[in-house]
């Protein structure tokens, strides 16, 4: 199982690259894997009986379509707004550590809810109020769920444990609606909630038995406004992420509308029960399935564009089916499509992101594209809940489907890049050079220079070569960038960069990939000067320094 399966030279799109992949069960060699991603499927069969108890709830609580969207919205917005906050706490504290206490507080939310329930005093507001809680819980599991799947299995296997991830909720979703909406049925919605709550219990004793190595932290947690400054710019400096973010959240606007008007969809047009509701969401749930399976066979095989763009049209398509539709039959293979083209394209966003991101801000940029998804997600569910309630259900469901058309024409100027081709591994460790002056981590500011001899001849490649070395070094952290050259020998070129202190120089550097080396590799090999370019850094002041400052000491520094 844990072998390399080269796929068989076939003729593929011309540019496609040949894709060396592992088989798809390949990190269920991983024990560790398969502890976790077995209780989360337990829990996540739990949260669904508990979306299907609560859209169920709100559609007996009131008749307004904007309200019973809004209980998708409930779930999705606290994502949008905590996803940044959460993080930033993922890269910077131990990820098993804030997956606990988030299912703690999970379980706590859903223990109320079932208790209100139970009790008989439940209203819409009330109802929103706790899938938003309940959503607060899921912002903050998430991003340190996702990110630690780089702590569990090998960078390798790392799009088939996000596919299986994938896999594992939509089979759940394939049968866990049907179950929620007969027990809603049978004993109401308080049971599920009540369900929901115990779901969660194995997840919590299967994060406290699991044991993950990080690696030793040498340098001290950077504030959460630091956090969230340095991972909004690498970020911003980073296309493949920037396009990746951007599509997901046009592709979450569109989408969202079968999860927002399921129940309506059950209701108004189908003229079903809670059960018509859960069976529904399974063959949605189960179409992902099969999306997960052709996973990857079309990744070997195409573009990472030609299967978002797919993913939208297709999807399109199953709306439009889903609006005309008045037979279940017709129905449910309309949700088998759109279920399958969710996951393809979700996934694929998911695992494009973490394949372009450094495991020192995995988590941040994964918060940045929940932010992005389930912020287009957010603003979906309330915008055709609102149509729905205009012009009826099929209207927003037509509406939804010529968005997703619009998503994939967006290809053309935001087209998701391929990944796996850049290593991200750090470097190493950064050995401080030997200082003379007094310093502490706290010590700043501090100026870099890099002095670079280049033949004239040399110099239009040297500027290419350079650019790219600026969008790195910004990327990383490094401040007011410039590059000089001297008037009196312009052969010499010199870089120059801040950053705020002594420890965020160290950082920076360890910041660096392997990936970047061969830029760094470019420019020493068009430096002509003897040896390697000399590197100047210096501590900066505005103002004469105090008596005191700036203190010559013997041997090397490190605080």
Request: with cysteine.
């Amino acid at each position: 199982m844990g072998a390399i399966w080269r796929h068989p030279r076939k003729p593929v799109a011309r540019g496609v690259p040949v894709i060396e992949r592992r088989p798809t069960f390949a990190p269920f060699a991983n024990p560790d894997f398969r502890l976790l991603w077995t209780a989360t499927v337990i829990s996540q069969l739990g949260g669904l009986i508990q979306t299907v108890g609560a859209g169920w709830l709100m559609t007996s609580l009131t008749s307004s379509h904007q309200l019973i969207a809004l209980v998708q919205a409930s779930n999705t917005l606290p994502i949008m707004v905590l996803s940044l906050i959460a993080g930033a706490l993922a890269d910077n504290f131990p990820r098993r550590i804030i997956l606990i206490w988030a299912q703690v507080f999970l379980f706590t939310a859903s223990v109320a809810l079932s208790v209100v329930a139970f009790w008989g005093t439940m209203t819409p507001w009330l109802l929103l109020s706790f899938t938003f809680l309940i959503g607060c819980g899921t912002a903050l599991y998430n991003p340190s769920w996702q990110a630690s799947m780089g702590d569990i299995v090998e960078r390798e296997d790392l799009p088939q444990a996000v596919s299986l991830n994938s896999m594992g909720f939509n089979m759940m979703r394939s049968v866990g609606p049907a179950i929620g909406g007969a027990v809603v049925a049978a004993f109401g919605a308080a049971a599920a909630f009540a369900l929901n709550a115990a779901s969660y219990l194995p997840l919590l004793g299967a994060l406290m038995r699991w044991r993950p190595a990080y690696p030793e932290r040498r340098l001290p947690r950077e504030s959460l406004r630091a956090a969230l400054s340095s991972g909004l710019r690498y970020v911003a400096m980073s296309p493949n992420l920037m396009r990746a973010m951007a599509r997901a959240g046009l592709f979450g606007f569109g989408a969202c509308a079968v999860l927002a008007l399921l129940p309506m969809v059950a209701r108004d047009l189908l003229h079903g029960t809670a059960l018509t509701y859960g069976i529904t969401l399974g063959a949605f749930g189960l179409g992902a399935i099969g999306g997960v399976m052709l996973n990857g066979p079309l990744r070997a095989r195409l573009r990472n564009e030609s299967i978002v763009r797919g993913g939208c049209l297709v999807f399109a398509l199953g709306l439009v089916a889903l609006g005309l539709s008045r037979s279940l039959w017709l129905t449910a293979p309309a949700l088998l499509i759109c279920g399958g083209a969710w996951v393809m394209a979700l996934s694929l966003f998911n695992v494009t992101v973490q394949l372009s991101s450094p495991r020192w801000v995995v988590g941040r940029a994964l918060s940045f594209y929940q932010t992005a998804a389930f912020g287009g997600m957010t603003v979906g569910a309330w915008v055709w809940g609102a149509v729905a309630d205009a012009g009826g259900v099929s209207l927003a469901l037509y509406i939804a489907a010529g968005a997703l058309v619009l998503a994939a024409l967006s290809g053309l100027w935001l087209a998701v890049g391929e990944f796996g081709g850049l290593s991200l591994d750090p470097v190493g460790p950064f050995n401080a050079p030997p200082l003379r002056l007094d310093l502490r981590g706290r010590s700043g500011p501090i100026m870099v220079m890099i002095d670079y001899r280049i033949a004239e001849e040399d110099v239009t490649e040297f500027l290419a070569v350079m650019q790219e070395r600026r969008r790195i070094r910004r990327r990383d952290g490094a401040r007011a960038w410039a590059l000089l050259r001297d008037l009196e020998d312009p052969d010499i070129w010199v870089e120059s960069y801040h950053v705020a202190t002594w420890v965020e120089y160290i950082r920076h550097i360890e910041r660096r990939t392997k990936a970047d080396l061969a830029n760094l590799e470019r420019l020493h090999g068009l430096h002509r000067g003897p040896g390697k370019p000399v590197v100047h850094r210096m501590i900066e002041r505005h103002s004469i320094p105090q008596p005191g400052e700036m203190v010559l000491k013997p041997g090397p520094d490190l605080p």
